[in-house]
């Protein structure tokens, strides 16, 4: 398996514009989640989905981030209007099954910049 | 509420030495305790974890962690380290009983290995 797949993996953009990150997590794994990482705030969650259904968004920032799972093999992280204070790394987890004891199966991560 | 604190944000050590790495919970019941390792550039990778039965876990790649109750700590070992251990290491807990508990990861502790 080519285990969770996420793209870019590096993007700079600059303020105001639109973000899209995309992943794809292991096959057959009915979770998704979708953490940012920064260096005050360390490894947060975000959102996750399961079944393609969002279950718990009370991660999610603010209104300019939306997350969408259109199907089992694919999700994205939309970041509108961008701001500096997104600049992070972005990081997709999958796992098979819901039990918090799971591991949990990460990307390599989308390192953004917004200048 | 739930809560991790890894009280070291950067440890060095020599080839060869012995590894302890600290790590402080809070939490209402015997949690989910994760040990997870990253790599410059990539995701996440569990490393171990526990919940319950024999409090000395072993994991991936020669780590062990020790859970103690009365100390409310899961500190991860290595007796001798290899320049390859050279990462950052989080800390998480989550789930148990209650399996609304997300996981939440502590900051991370960054280690350095001298040649």
């Known amino acids: 398996d080519a285990g969770v797949i996420q793209s870019p993996r590096h993007e700079v953009t600059e303020m105001g514009q639109e973000v899209t990150l995309r992943c794809k997590p292991i096959s057959g794994h009915d979770y998704l989640f979708w953490y940012r990482q920064t260096m005050m705030r360390g490894l947060e969650l975000l959102i996750y989905?399961?079944?393609?259904?969002?279950?718990?968004d009370s991660g999610m920032p603010e209104d300019r981030f939306s997350a969408k799972m259109p199907n089992a093999s694919f999700s994205t992280l939309k970041i509108q209007p961008s701001e500096p204070r997104d600049s992070a790394v972005y990081f997709c987890?999958?796992?098979?099954?819901?039990?918090?004891?799971?591991?949990?199966?990460f990307g390599p991560g989308t390192r953004l910049t917004v200048l | 509420a739930q809560s991790v604190t890894q009280p070291d944000i950067h440890i060095t050590v020599s080839e060869g030495a012995s590894l302890e790495l600290r790590c402080n919970y809070s939490?209402?019941?015997?949690?989910?305790l994760f040990w997870y390792v990253q790599s410059p550039g990539q995701g996440l990778q569990l490393l171990l974890k526990?919940?319950?039965?024999?409090?000395l876990v072993q994991g991936i790649k020669g780590f062990e962690a020790e859970f103690k109750r009365s100390q409310s700590s899961f500190n991860l070992r290595k007796p001798s380290v290899h320049w390859s251990d050279a990462a950052e290491y989080f800390c998480a807990v989550g789930g148990g009983r209650n399996r609304d508990d997300k996981i939440i990861f502590g900051k991370g502790t960054r280690l350095h290995i001298l040649p």
């Open positions: 939490y209402g019941a015997t949690p989910y």
């Open positions: 987890a999958s796992t098979p099954r819901q039990d918090w004891g799971n591991e949990q199966f």
């Open positions: 526990y919940f319950s039965g024999d409090t």
């Open positions: 989905f399961n079944n393609n259904v969002p279950i718990d």
